[in-house]
C-alpha cells in the first residue's frame, strides 16, 4: 500500500516515513501542496495523509478536495496543530492531532487502509 505524506515541518515528516516505512508501507513525501498535486496527477497514493497548513497557496483540504476527485474512495488523514481554516474534511478521512507519536499515525493509516479494502500491512 502506498501513502503519500505531505509535511512542510522536515523533522515531523522525517519520523512519519520512517514509522510508517517500518510499519511495511510505501512512503511518497512531500513538503508543500504544489509538490503534493504533481503526485495527484500519477494517481500514486493508496492513503492521503497531509498537514493542513501548508507553505504556497495549497493547503491540505485542497489537495484532498483535488485527489479525491480522481479518486473519490481515497483515505485521508489531516494532521493538524492549529488552522485558521475551518474544518471541511472529505467523508472517509481522520483528524490527527499534533503533536503525534509515530505509532498514531500508522494505525490511523492501518484503520483506513483496512476500510478500503486493502489487506493489513
Do not use: N
Not at 11 to 16: G, H, K, Q
Not at 83 to 100: A, H, M, T
Amino acid at each position: 500500500m502506498s501513502i503519500l505524506l505531505v509535511e512542510d515541518d522536515p523533522l515531523i515528516r522525517e519520523f512519519a516515513v520512517e514509522a510508517l516505512r517500518e510499519a511495511g508501507y510505501h512512503v511518497i513525501h512531500a513538503s508543500t501542496g504544489e509538490e503534493a498535486l504533481a503526485w495527484c496527477e500519477r494517481r500514486v497514493a493508496d492513503v492521503l495523509v497531509t498537514d493542513v497548513r501548508l507553505p504556497g497557496q495549497v493547503d491540505g483540504w485542497q489537495i484532498a478536495e483535488r485527489y479525491r476527485e480522481q479518486d473519490p474512495e481515497l483515505p485521508v488523514i489531516y494532521a493538524t496543530g492549529f488552522s485558521p481554516v475551518p474544518p471541511r474534511p472529505v467523508p472517509g478521512s481522520l483528524i490527527l492531532r499534533k503533536p503525534f507519536h509515530p505509532e498514531e499515525i500508522v494505525r490511523m493509516v492501518k484503520e483506513l487502509g483496512q476500510e478500503k479494502g486493502a489487506p493489513p500491512a
